[in-house]
């Protein structure tokens, strides 16, 4: 038997890269540290009991489209709804990139945005962020005049350098971009202005979002745009039919009750991260400034990588970026509980000694 090889174009790459390992301590992954609220699981508990299992769940997801709409002040027909933030980033990717096209990433930044609009087909242009890694305008008009990519992608807060874009820098990208831009906002409860200010039908905005990170709910997988109605209509003929499941769709509108709970919880964890990066800023290395549930650092003088895997021989799981280009020893870590986080202060003190 012959195997068949996989798309000449998709041979070089790479899966995506997270260890899922048993550890005491695991802030690798930029969830919550807490679940949602107990009333939250009561009322889907509720919810799930109420399911016509036979029958296909409401295509449209009006219930869940309607409460987002609410959520952010603008039409229900403005909202996408997709499995996870990702499922929203590769339908935008499928409709309006493929090949013949071009997508503009600035790195370091989330790599799932190239991964999945190579996976498309389309050409993808990495342009540079400055050395503190904010987004350079003199940069970005360069890949502009080069390459008219098609789709911009913006991340702010930035993953995984956990950087914000000021109000003014979007708004420069989105008056030069041709084509359409993208703000993943996937950590937007922890930034003072959202770009979804910026969206309208008149606009090429798209501000992607999710219910996986501060919303507690990563293991529902839900994430949604606010696009222009002319995006969101093409976005629903390209998703698959029905691909959001009844029980998603009830989780997705009753979380949607408990946004103060939510607040409340961001406040605790920026409380955190700056407790986390006063810890670090008395250690041996370098902290980037984070405006988001994580905090981007590199060990001075010792490799990244030998000091990940000391916080992983004392059952402490963070993010290794080591590797990843620009990033060199870079480590990230996820805030987590106040215990969870003193363990790895007091594991990384250790390490570092
Ligand atoms: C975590 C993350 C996502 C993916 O979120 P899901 O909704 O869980 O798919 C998207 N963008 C960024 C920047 C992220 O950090």
Not at 73 to 78: K, L, Y
Not at 148 to 159: A, G, V
Not at 168 to 181: C, K, N, W
Not at 218 to 229: D, F, H, K, N
């Amino acid at each position: 038997m012959t195997r068949l090889p996989v798309r000449d174009d998709l041979k070089a790459l790479e899966g995506y890269h997270s260890p899922q390992v048993d550890v005491r301590v695991r802030l690798n992954t930029n969830e919550a540290p807490v679940g949602p609220p107990a009333e939250f699981e009561q009322a889907l508990a509720r919810a799930v009991a109420d399911v016509d299992w036979n029958r296909y769940p409401d295509r449209a997801a009006t219930d869940l489209r309607r409460a987002i709409a609410a959520l952010h002040g603008v039409d229900p027909a403005m909202v996408f709804v997709a499995n996870g933030s990702n499922e929203v980033l590769q339908t935008i990717l499928l409709t309006f990139a493929g090949p013949g096209r071009t997508v503009a990433t600035f790195e370091p930044t989330y790599q799932l945005h190239a991964h999945i609009a190579r996976i498309s087909g389309a050409t993808v242009v990495e342009g540079e962020r400055a050395a503190d890694f904010s987004l350079d305008l003199g940069e970005f008009r360069r890949v502009l005049a080069a390459h008219e990519p098609h789709i911009t992608f913006l991340c702010s807060p930035n993953n995984p350098t956990g950087g914000v874009d000021t109000e003014a820098t979007i708004r420069e990208v989105v008056s030069l971009a041709p084509g359409l831009v993208v703000v993943d906002e996937a950590y937007g409860q922890f930034a003072r202005w959202s770009a979804v200010e910026l969206v309208s039908d008149d606009s090429s905005v798209i501000v992607v979002r999710t219910f996986s990170k501060t919303w507690s709910m990563a293991a529902a997988r839900l994430g949604y745009a606010i696009a222009p109605s002319w995006v969101v209509s093409e976005l629903d003929k390209v998703v698959l039919p029905y691909h959001l499941d009844a029980v998603k769709q009830a989780a997705g509108v009753i979380a949607l009750r408990f946004v103060d709970q939510m607040n409340e919880r961001v406040r605790a964890i920026v409380a955190e991260r700056e407790r986390v990066v006063s810890a670090l800023q008395r250690l041996d290395v370098d902290v980037f400034p984070s405006g988001a549930n994580f905090v981007l650092f590199r060990p001075r003088g010792r490799a990244g990588r030998a000091v990940w895997q000391g916080l992983l021989d004392r059952s402490v799981l963070i993010r290794d970026c080591s590797g990843w280009p620009r990033l060199a020893d870079c480590l990230r870590i996820t805030i987590g509980t106040p215990e969870e986080n003193s363990l790895f202060i007091a594991a990384l003190t250790e390490v570092l000694s």
